[in-house]
């Protein structure tokens, strides 16, 4: 393995490799087996729902015409250019920030790829409680927000010094 990746956090690149795998098997495996808007219950909260979302998180602007696909696309491309350059530049010895890079890259690849050929994101896991029901989301939605946690959780915790190292008198 060349050095720039074994001393980098591009050595956990696997995980976005793996999460745009999974990604794309499962929504294919639900577009094969599943009319669109049919819904399968598999709990009393839980059910597979296979919608298209042409907007961005929670469908936001999904009736704006279609130009949010290319702007959501954009957007996505130059976040996954951000983080392989953050990931890049993260030394060898930490470990939770670029795992959390990683599954944010995964994620965001899985859905970029469903913008740039479907022309919309598949969705298909739907939690409910009663007559509410979550808005449908897929397992890229669930490495961005899984990769978010871990970014969250390495800032609380994190030991880096912070402290000057010039004298105040």
Same mark, same amino acid.
């Not at 393995?1 to 999974?22: A, D, Y």
């Not at 944010?104 to 050929?117: M, T, W």
């Given at each position: ?17 793996? /999460? ?20 399968? &219950? ?6 597979? /729902? ?17 130009? &949010?696909?290319?702007?959501?696309? =954009? ?13 890049? &530049?993260?030394?060898? &010895? ?5 795992? =959390? ?38 397992? =890229? ?15 609380? /915790? ?6 000057? /190292?010039?004298?105040?008198?």
């Amino acid at each position: 393995m060349p050095k720039f990746i074994s001393e980098s956090g591009l050595r956990f690149l696997w995980i976005s490799v793996i /999460t745009v795998v999974l990604d794309l098997w499962s929504k294919y495996a639900v577009m094969d087996s599943m009319a669109l808007y049919e819904s399968v &219950q598999l709990a009393p909260f839980f059910n597979f /729902t296979y919608v298209h979302n042409y907007g961005a998180a929670f469908s936001f602007l999904h009736d704006s015409g279609g130009w &949010q696909r290319w702007f959501f696309t =954009a957007i996505a491309v130059a976040v996954c250019s951000v983080i392989l350059w953050w990931l890049k &530049q993260t030394p060898k &010895q930490h470990k939770l920030l670029p795992v =959390a890079f990683s599954f944010i890259l995964g994620g965001a690849l899985g859905n970029v790829y469903d913008r740039i050929v479907h022309g919309y994101v598949i969705d298909f896991l739907d939690f409910y409680v009663n007559d509410w029901h979550w808005p449908a989301f897929n397992l =890229a939605d669930s490495a961005i927000f899984i990769g978010a946690a871990l970014l969250i959780w390495d800032m609380l /915790t994190s030991k880096e010094d912070n402290t000057s /190292t010039s004298s105040a008198n």
